[in-house]
């Protein structure tokens, strides 16, 4: 999801950013050699097959002048598989079962462990030259390997986006406790603007808060919580206190303090709602921060950690966008020279200089943040505030589970009968995935 959020990385996720914010290392990696006729002992020009949803066709690994680039100083043509947004998966997983392997694949690594048996299906890249120069493994890695590719390790950090110009004409102040987060909501509907926005026709939204909320209970409570859960040895209707965390937000929603049709409501609207300064905050992303800014630099923006526990740490989503290769590629070694030349120093400067990017080599220079990532950066990377979200720990496809939030909102579920229902779908899928202890 960028939504785009779908999202595997494990490790210390605090370390993610700080390493990469000044200039590193001195070391330089020259691009990809030339491929001798793209490896093709007929002389013959090799095109190497890379699926990508259409949603991510302005994806920075696809941008056309990249792509020339490659081509000519390798004799390799790149083709573009622009793949329906609403089957990506099912696209993808059918590719692979009948062998209509594309050479390269644009995915997100949790999704792919869980939509595309990333084990059975994807090259180990260990070995990869460009591996040395990674100053963050961990968030292109599964089970202790790198299956990925990326030039970032920014991750999509997810929490309260907030209007920070509301927030100081109204005296506001960045709540720490639910409580305190439930007087800025009724000060803000004293002022006539809808506090939260929730969009949960859009199910997975309903999630965001959740996801973070329960990762920072298990951090600060329980840190093999997940493992627990991901072995049978603990129900998800064993932990009283998830019960509590899905009611906050049930409650936000009773008191009055958002939009009134939050299930016809999509996420789609919200850059509007923003723009139109309709509402103040939204359980969200820091991409909708980077998508309101492309539309009206003028409107101020912030991030700050769902207030689900006093003090609690910033929501971090696994890196999305990632690349892979198939072990069936029809050109493995060709899909492999590929990825060195985007990792290359000049061509990884370029991208990270054009997104904005906290670069991931240690050659290549991060460059000046957006206002509202740094402050991400000050306020809860540095100071180690950051705990990766459920869904990093996630096995199995959780869109069960986005339904039974939806229920509860519409009045069909408890808290209780919501986690209920999900453990009984997870066990069922956990199962089915032959993961042991179900």
Request: glycine residues 4%.
């Amino acid at each position: 999801m960028n939504h785009k959020m779908k999202k595997v990385a494990t490790g210390v996720i605090a370390s993610l950013l700080a390493l990469s914010l000044a200039a590193c290392g001195s070391n330089s990696n020259s691009p990809a050699g030339t491929a001798s006729n793209g490896g093709s002992s007929s002389g013959s020009k090799v095109t190497l097959e890379l699926a990508i949803s259409k949603s991510s066709q302005d994806s920075a690994f696809v941008a056309q002048d990249l792509l020339d680039a490659f081509e000519k100083e390798t004799n390799i043509k790149v083709n573009l598989q622009l793949l329906p947004a609403e089957q990506t998966a099912t696209v993808l997983q059918t590719k692979l079962a009948v062998d209509e392997t594309p050479d390269i694949i644009q995915y997100n690594l949790a999704s792919a462990v869980t939509d595309l048996n990333l084990e059975r299906n994807f090259e180990i890249l260990d070995s990869e030259p460009w591996v040395s120069r990674l100053l963050n493994k961990d968030v292109l890695s599964a089970n202790d390997h790198v299956y990925s590719f990326h030039v970032s390790q920014d991750t999509g950090m997810q929490g309260v986006v907030y209007n920070k110009d509301m927030f100081k004409e109204l005296n506001l102040s960045i709540p720490t406790t639910f409580e305190e987060f439930l007087a800025v909501c009724e000060a803000i509907k004293a002022s006539g603007v809808t506090p939260v926005f929730m969009p949960f026709k859009d199910n997975w939204a309903a999630n965001i808060w959740p996801a973070a909320a329960f990762a920072d209970y298990a951090a600060k409570n329980d840190p093999t919580l997940f493992d627990e859960l991901n072995s049978n040895k603990k129900k998800w209707t064993d932990i009283p206190e998830f019960a509590n965390l899905l009611d906050q937000q049930y409650q936000v929603f009773k008191k009055g303090y958002t939009n009134p049709d939050i299930l016809s409501d999509s996420y789609d609207m919200a850059v509007g709602k923003f723009l139109d300064k309709e509402v103040a905050m939204m359980f969200m992303g820091d991409w909708l921060i980077e998508n309101v800014a492309e539309k009206d630099p003028s409107i101020h923006l912030g991030l700050f950690a769902i207030p689900s526990s006093k003090d609690a740490s910033l929501g971090a989503s696994p890196l999305g966008g990632q690349l892979f290769i198939p072990k069936k590629a029809k050109h493995m070694a060709e899909a492999k020279k590929f990825l060195e030349f985007i990792a290359s120093k000049e061509q990884a400067q370029k991208i990270v200089d054009s997104q904005g990017y906290v670069s991931n080599f240690n050659d290549v220079t991060t460059p000046k943040l957006p206002d509202y990532k740094q402050e991400i950066v000050d306020n809860y990377i540095t100071p180690k505030k950051t705990v990766l979200t459920t869904d990093a720990h996630m096995l199995v496809d959780r869109s069960e589970l986005y339904r039974n939030l939806q229920d509860q909102f519409a009045g069909a579920k408890t808290p209780e009968e919501v986690l209920s229902a999900w453990n009984d779908k997870f066990a069922q899928l956990m199962k089915d995935k032959g993961v042991a202890g179900f």
